[in-house]
């Protein structure tokens, strides 16, 4: 099968040597002209100095890349996803399937990622739609360390096509599920309770802590599915759990170094103007604390974390915030 995958950053570039591995053939298309050059010509990731096979080929031009195949990878940051959307809309002349492979909710609209696609995309350029998330450091994928994926659409067949595309018999197996809504939402929370725990780490608050945040942030990642309608179970799997686990502890994931950074004191505009790549945790904050407004939700961690990042709150009248809460049973609701 051909594949164009829109943005070779870390992910992207590091799913292009997956599909290549399983015997596909990919084209990257990216806006920066550097790591198109480091791709063609000297076959190395442009986030990581590991090589890329000299099969990998990338464009700066996104007409070649949409007429290259009739399966298009969504591998951009969600704050860019709108927009280049709106311009695929305007180029194509014939329906394609979309993956998506961003993890993030819009702020202002607090649309999922498909939603964005289902609202920009006509009806007659879009063949289907899926999502593939789950537990995944791009850093371990490249050195084709074994990792296990979930693939979501509502279309099942296609979910069952994607599998075996991704999938191969030496570092990764996907699964498939049709709870599209579950599985791209845990994706977008992890990250935001990912920056939570970060946060506590840099504070040297202990461990205790952390476990408690990261625990309690999981039933904030159910009630957040479960108000976009997807389902529980997603959020007890490898999209939820799964990727809160890689991401929450973890020197590789730039949501949680962030977080840590904003613990020992920098502001957002600091940590921005030193860290390029994207940092979705520290949006989809922003993002999840409106969607509470908007619908009565429950979300006191990711509430604080808003204003901490956000408001300047002090993090002692964060935890005070969060002590004083009514005391109450543990039950899942
Ligand atoms: N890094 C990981 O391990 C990992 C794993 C799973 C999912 N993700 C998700 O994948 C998404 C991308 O993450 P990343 O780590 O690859 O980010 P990144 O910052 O490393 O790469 C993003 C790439 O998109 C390109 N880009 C930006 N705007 C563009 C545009 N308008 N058109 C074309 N290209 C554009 C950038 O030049 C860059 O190469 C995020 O939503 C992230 O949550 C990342």
Redo the contacts with the bound molecule.
């Keep these: 099968m051909k594949l164009a995958i829109?943005?070779?950053?870390?992910?992207?570039?590091?799913l292009g040597q997956l599909l290549i591995d399983n015997g596909h053939d990919v084209m990257i298309?990216?806006?920066?002209q550097s790591?198109v050059d480091v791709i063609n010509e000297k076959h190395i990731h442009?986030?990581f100095d590991l090589p890329l096979q000299e099969s990998l080929v990338a464009t700066n031009d996104?007409s070649v890349a949409l007429n290259y195949s009739d399966y298009i990878v969504l591998?951009?940051?969600?704050k860019?996803m709108r927009?280049?959307l709106t311009t695929i809309n305007n180029l194509l002349d014939k329906p394609k399937y979309f993956i998506n492979?961003?993890?993030?909710i819009e702020p202002d609209t607090q649309k999922r990622v498909s939603e964005i696609v289902f609202e920009v995309v006509s009806s007659k350029n879009l063949k289907g739609f899926a999502v593939l998330?789950g537990p995944?450091?791009?850093?371990e994928?490249i050195k084709r360390k074994l990792t296990l994926l979930t693939v979501a659409s509502s279309d099942e067949e296609l979910a069952t096509e994607l599998q075996t595309v991704f999938s191969n018999e030496t570092y990764m197996r996907v699964y498939r599920s049709t709870d599209l809504i579950g599985c791209e939402v845990g994706?977008a929370v992890k990250?935001a309770i990912a920056v939570v725990s970060g946060i506590a780490t840099g504070l040297d608050m202990g461990e205790n802590a952390r476990a408690a945040l990261i625990t309690r942030g999981i039933l904030e990642m159910v009630r957040v599915i479960e108000s976009y309608g997807g389902t529980k179970e997603s959020a007890f799997g490898l999209t939820g759990i799964g990727d809160l686990i890689v991401t929450a502890t973890s020197e590789?994931s730039?949501n949680f170094k962030a977080g840590k950074e904003i613990g020992k004191g920098k502001s957002l505009d600091q940590i921005y103007a030193e860290q390029?790549?994207?940092i979705?945790g520290v949006r989809s904050i922003l993002a999840l604390h409106q969607l509470a407004k908007h619908k009565g939700l429950s979300l006191p961690i990711i509430e604080v974390a808003y204003k901490v990042i956000y408001e300047d709150m002090s993090v002692d009248s964060a935890i005070t915030q969060l002590l004083t809460r009514t005391l109450k049973s543990e039950k899942i609701e």
């Excluded at 829109?6 to 590091?14: K, M, N, S, V």
């Excluded at 298309?29 to 920066?32: H, Q, R, T």
């Design positions: 829109l943005g070779g950053g870390a992910w992207g570039a590091t298309y990216d806006i920066n790591f442009p986030f996104l591998a951009v940051p969600t860019v927009g280049l492979v961003s993890k993030g998330t995944s450091h791009a850093e994928v994706g990250n590789h730039r390029k790549q994207t979705e």
